[in-house]
């Protein structure tokens, strides 16, 4: 867990800074780091997202609605409360600017130190999260303002990634159950 004053500086005072020297110099777009820590709640305290978490696939039904980008934050610790902040900040600048905010809410990228149960549902390919990104940079200006879900397209995620698909183009190409991965 980071600390409160790190992530004021570098999470909350940072992002402001950011986001008014774009708005500042005129920066059509911005792409705002954020995580999907800011839903960790789900995968704590609800099913069947809990048991996706922990590895318990057989409590998992075949469908399932999944947590959307518009279904409330759920921070569980000061840094996901942070990137909610940072979210609402790009929020505020969309509406009140002509600079247009696009939020990825990434999820695991790296594969060397997660919890194999947990990285099954968040996993995300460097190609993924970079097939992403390049959507969002090219996405009509009449996206001014959105969160999308950084996940490749694994059979356990409890995040739906369909609004990326269905406003940006966004199409993952890699799963965690793909051979090499999981």
């Known amino acids: 867990e980071a600390r409160w004053e790190s992530l004021l500086k570098n999470n909350i005072e940072g992002g402001y800074y950011v986001l008014e020297a774009a708005r500042q ?3 059509r777009r911005v792409i705002y780091a954020s ?23 057989e409590n998992v ?17 000061l840094y996901a409360a942070s990137k909610v902040f940072g979210e609402t900040l790009a929020r505020v600048f969309s509406e009140t ?19 194999r149960e947990q990285f099954a549902s968040l996993f995300c ?27 490749s397209d694994n059979r356990y995620k409890w995040t739906d990634i369909s609004n990326a698909k269905d406003r940006v183009g966004y199409e993952p190409e890699d799963k965690f159950e793909d051979p090499g991965w999981g």
């Open 125 to 151: 390919t460097r190609n993924d999260i970079a097939r992403l990104t390049e959507c969002c940079i090219e996405a009509p200006d009449s996206v001014k303002y959105d969160i999308f879900y950084g996940i």
């Open 35 to 57: 995580t999907v820590q800011v839903t960790t709640g789900y995968a704590l305290h609800c099913e069947p997202y809990r048991s996706i978490r922990t590895g318990k696939f």
């Open 97 to 115: 600017s002509d600079l247009s905010c696009i939020c990825l809410r990434i999820g695991a990228v790296n594969t060397m130190d997660t919890d």
């Open 61 to 77: 039904p075949d469908t399932y609605e999944m947590v959307k980008t518009t279904d409330r934050p759920w921070p569980v610790n």
């Open 25 to 27: 110099a005129g920066v």
